[in-house]
């Protein structure tokens, strides 16, 4: 299997202005927000982080608020087009009692323009949502959500992508359900992240991610296209949101630490990671 390379990594309170080594940042969602910016969200803050991806301390690093009506995030997603940024929030108490996922939407000026409701019911609070993607496609705009789901046979959790489109009044509706393809099965899954035709998932628990192709019309994956990776040492055992910087290139983030884990696991936790896909003749 081959093995993701780290370009380089940091602590994310080394970044964000007001925060030091005591803060929790438990990342839990990344995108790419410009060029050299990523925007990084957290399941325990109502907050956006706007990063450098020198990795450096910069002017342009912050933290700004962002209400929505969950406490945390579970994945971002970014609009280059119109400037729109979509926070996911994984499962809330919908008026008839139901769980359901939402979507936290923020204009150009990070200002809140609405919370919308992802269609269809979710089982558990903690087995709704876990990643958020956009895209847009012969003038139609479109949200890749990923869920997981428990197998009525095995019992296994499996991964799952519901496809919505934006309608006219700006809800969104369900398009499509896709299961993920045997080689993505893993013990649990944390993000996903679309560019162009590719597609990448991390699974935190399974600590891999796997890249494949999407059909651009179908958006349905390309049986025999995908490939799992490794990450670069034992230590990264958390990574939750991964976005897509370049062809070759992943930004990853990374939650706290888990209780139980090694104590090495501290060294790459609450953490921003940059990593290329080896080429064949790399791997």
Known sequence: MKRLKLIREEKLFRLIPGRSKKSRLEA????????????????????????????????????WPAPSLGAGFEDIAADA????????????????????????????????RHCTRLPGRLDAANKGFEGLAHARRQGREYLFALREENSKSSGRRRGR???????????????????????????DYSALAIRDDRIAIVSQESARVWVARLHTRTHKVIL???????????????????????????IAVSDRMKTGQPARCAKKDQSIHLFRIPKRKDA
């Open 81 to 112: 087009r119109n400037g729109s940024t979509f926070a996911l929030i994984e499962a809330v108490e919908d008026t008839d009692g139901v769980l359901r996922g939402f979507v936290a939407e923020y204009d150009r000026q990070r200002r809140l």
């Open 161 to 187: 992508i519901d496809v919505y489109t934006r309608s006219a009044r700006g809800r969104w509706k369900l398009s499509r359900s896709t299961a993920l393809p045997k080689d993505a099965r893993f013990k």
């Open 224 to 250: 025999g296209s995908g490939a799992v990776y490794r990450f670069p040492g034992r230590n990264y055992r958390n990574v939750e949101g991964i976005a897509w910087l370049s062809d070759d290139t992943l």
């Open 28 to 63: 839990s969602g990344v995108a790419l927000a410009g060029a050299s910016t990523a925007f990084v969200v957290f399941d325990n803050l109502n907050q956006i982080a706007s990063v450098d991806l020198s990795l450096k301390r910069s002017r342009r690093n912050e933290l």
